[in-house]
């Protein structure tokens, strides 16, 4: 989903000089580049945790040149960009602030693989600040420790199983019919007959009713020709909360009273929440006359949910609207950098029609059983995962002092895991800036990738909740597309570059022609 990030320019505090606190500690030997040690007994002299290098001697630039970087040069809304640069530059660690950021597989995985039970994305964020300032629980996403272990034992059983996420493939496949036939209605009202202008908005409406209809078990209506106004709001307020956020994020607190984004911020979350709120309650109210009348209660995820009783009901609120966010613009986003990839190679585009065919023929839906049997069709949204990363950044801290590359980081200290760099990394991925799904194809002749080069939906127990919903309905909704539709992009059409706005979402407008396959 959305890990959030600490400001990469205003949190200039004083680092710690001495990472033990000055006082011993007992030495565990994890990895040669990761090590960490409990404040007990005295650290041997010769040990790593004395020879590595103190955290302020982590290179990277100064403030005004960060500032002249991404401000003046332009790379503010193309941080993913200035992954690379830094990385180049700098090598595997640099150091922006008291933040730290990595840039190299093997340092990436050891940071993940010393977790432990509860991993913390970050200390604190503007998510976590906007549920303080409107007195509302944490949910899945923003809550930290216990109470987010707690959340995610019970949310699990419902999401990220392959098999749980094979119950919705039903209702993903009704809403992807939907999508066709307004693809083809919003054909009809443009000149060419072919065209559709601004593809990822479309999705978005797609993805919004594929993940309510998952969650509160009922169709909003978002494909219909006329919008309903409370999901417009809603989709509005996404981008709106995501733009703002950048801003409150850079800007120091007390620019909150004379610029109009910290209000924008939280407003936008308002929206969100009460939607959210108002499915639920209407959702409870359905439950509560079942239960009155002595009719049985069934349903999917949200009854579930509702029915457990181990969820109070601000966790409730606050859980679901972060679920429904982190169900749209990532999944949206995703599907428009997939199907602009598949227009500009046809060859590679008529493959995966072939390979659909093979398995789902003539007017057959496709299943959750049958995305097994594609291969290519998986490899190619990979591959699109790879070229796009829904975040581009990954954001940790952790509990202990450790010693990492070399240099001692203090706990609590942010890290940054550079996933964008790594998975442009020519070293994992030849000519990476090709798009090329044979990468990800078993028996293949390619240079085998380490498996933390390309991470799209995170690591282990905090990696995104939704990941097998969303990889079902990616998958399911370019098989449908592809077997309706022949993408073209729109003439005159150039090289559409990625832009930062927390995730990773195209500068420019998609435009594409939809022409029917006969």
Not at 369 to 392: C, F, G, H, N, W
Not at 424 to 446: C, K, M, V
Not at 465 to 485: D, M, S
Request: aromatic share 10%.
């Amino acid at each position: 989903m959305y890990p959030m990030k600490r400001s990469l320019l205003m949190r200039w505090f004083p680092l710690r000089k001495d990472c033990s606190g000055g006082k011993g500690g007992h030495l565990v030997i994890l990895h040669p580049s990761v090590i960490r040690w409990s404040a007990n007994t005295p650290v041997p002299s010769d040990s790593p945790a004395v020879t590595a290098k103190p955290l302020q001697e982590i290179p990277g630039r100064s403030v005004w040149s960060t500032f002249y970087w991404l401000f003046i040069k332009g790379y503010f809304h193309r941080l993913h960009r200035f992954q690379i640069i830094e990385h180049n530059k700098f090598g595997p660690l640099w150091r922006t602030g008291n933040i730290v950021n990595v840039a190299d597989n093997n340092l990436i995985e050891e940071v993940l693989r010393q977790e432990g039970k509860y991993p913390m994305r970050s200390g604190e964020n503007l998510w976590k600040e906007q549920r303080k300032v409107r007195g509302l629980a944490n949910g899945l996403i923003t809550a930290e420790g216990e109470e987010w272990y707690r959340l995610r034992a019970l949310l699990n059983k419902r999401m990220l199983r392959p098999q749980e996420a094979a119950l919705y493939q039903g209702i993903i496949n009704q809403v992807a019919s939907d999508l066709i036939e307004r693809i083809r209605w919003l054909r009809s009202v443009n000149g060419s007959g072919v065209m559709v202008h601004n593809i990822t908005k479309e999705l978005q409406r797609y993805t919004f009713e594929a993940i309510a209809a998952i969650l509160f078990e009922v169709r909003l209506g978002c494909l219909q020709q006329k919008i309903p106004e409370d999901t417009q709001k809603f989709i509005e307020a996404v981008t709106t909360m995501f733009r703002s956020l950048v801003y409150c994020d850079l800007l120091p607190k007390w620019t909150r009273n004379w610029l109009p984004f910290w209000k924008q911020y939280l407003m936008a979350w308002d929206t969100m929440f009460d939607f959210a709120i108002k499915a639920v309650d209407k959702k409870m109210a359905q439950i509560k006359e079942c239960l009155a009348t002595g009719q049985s209660v069934e349903g999917q995820y949200l009854t579930y949910i509702l029915a457990s009783g181990k969820m109070s009901q601000s966790e409730i609120y606050s859980s679901i609207t972060e679920l429904l966010l982190g169900g749209v613009d990532t999944t949206a986003n995703t599907l428009s950098w997939a199907l602009y990839c598949l227009a500009k190679d046809p060859e590679l585009q008529d493959s995966v029609f072939r390979e659909i065919c093979s398995i789902s023929p003539a007017e057959q839906i496709p299943t959750a059983q049958d995305l097994s049997k594609m291969p290519l069709l998986k490899a190619t949204i990979k591959e699109t995962l790879r070229m796009y990363p829904v975040v581009p950044s990954g954001f940790r801290t952790l509990e202990t002092d450790v010693v990492l590359g070399g240099y001692n980081i203090p706990q609590r200290t942010q890290l940054i895991l550079c996933h964008y760099a790594m998975s442009h990394n020519e070293q994992d991925f030849p000519s990476p800036h090709l798009f090329q799904p044979a990468r990800w194809i078993r028996g293949a002749e390619r240079l085998k990738h380490h498996p933390f080069s390309s991470m799209p939906f995170g690591y282990g127990v905090r990696g995104c909740p939704g990941r097998r919903i969303a990889e079902l309905e990616v998958q399911l909704t370019l098989a449908r597309l592809l077997k309706h539709f022949q993408l073209k992009l729109d003439s005159g059409t150039e090289e559409i570059p990625a832009r930062t706005r927390i995730v990773l979402i195209p500068e420019n407008p998609i435009n594409l022609q939809f022409l029917d396959r006969h």
